[in-house]
């Protein structure tokens, strides 16, 4: 007979089916403003997450634990891919994109993929916590409660959080003006 928490743990073959239909969804968010010719399509982007997260012996107790283990993946997927092909050695920058959590993307003055990723390095070596919900509501399109129960803290915290992150990403992200 197993143990109770045995039969809770899920793998990341148990939860494909169930979340493939979001993680596609979300992935065709991702790459909805690529530049032309971008070879990551959203039915690979999902693929590369799960052979990502297969490699792994991981397992998850819930939905919303796996959605945040999968948006950090997608995210690095992405950061990877934008580095391989060196966009920005060839004088070509990369499409913006926002910093709302409902991953719009594009906008006039928004910083780029390579330029987020980077400020969410420099915030996790402040604030982890912070980070990590800029990637949970960004890369991984969870709601503010799901995103809230992932980090096991109250709406409230995540709100007062999600400001303070958002404004010191923005301080990093905001070319400074020099008065003439």
Not at 92 to 108: F, I
Not at 133 to 160: H, K, N
Request: one cysteine or more.
């Amino acid at each position: 007979m197993q143990d109770s928490s045995t039969e809770s743990k899920l793998t990341v073959d148990d939860m494909m089916p169930t979340v493939y239909k979001e993680l596609r969804r979300l992935a065709s968010r991702y790459l909805l403003n690529q530049r032309p010719g971008h070879t990551l399509r959203p039915t690979a982007l999902v693929h590369e997450m799960y052979l990502k997260l297969a490699t792994g012996q991981t397992e998850w107790h819930d939905k919303l634990k796996f959605l945040g283990a999968a948006a950090c993946a997608m995210r690095h997927i992405l950061i990877d891919h934008a580095k391989s092909h060196g966009r920005l050695k060839r004088g070509c920058r990369p499409r913006k994109v926002t910093l709302n959590e409902e991953v719009a993307v594009a906008g006039e003055g928004a910083p780029d993929l390579l330029d987020l990723d980077n400020a969410l390095g420099r915030l996790a070596q402040h604030d982890a916590r912070k980070a990590r919900i800029i990637e949970l509501l960004f890369f991984g399109g969870l709601t503010y409660d799901e995103c809230a129960a992932v980090l096991d803290i109250s709406p409230m915290t995540l709100y007062r959080e999600l400001r303070a992150a958002k404004a010191w990403l923005y301080s990093e992200l905001t070319p400074v003006t020099r008065a003439a």
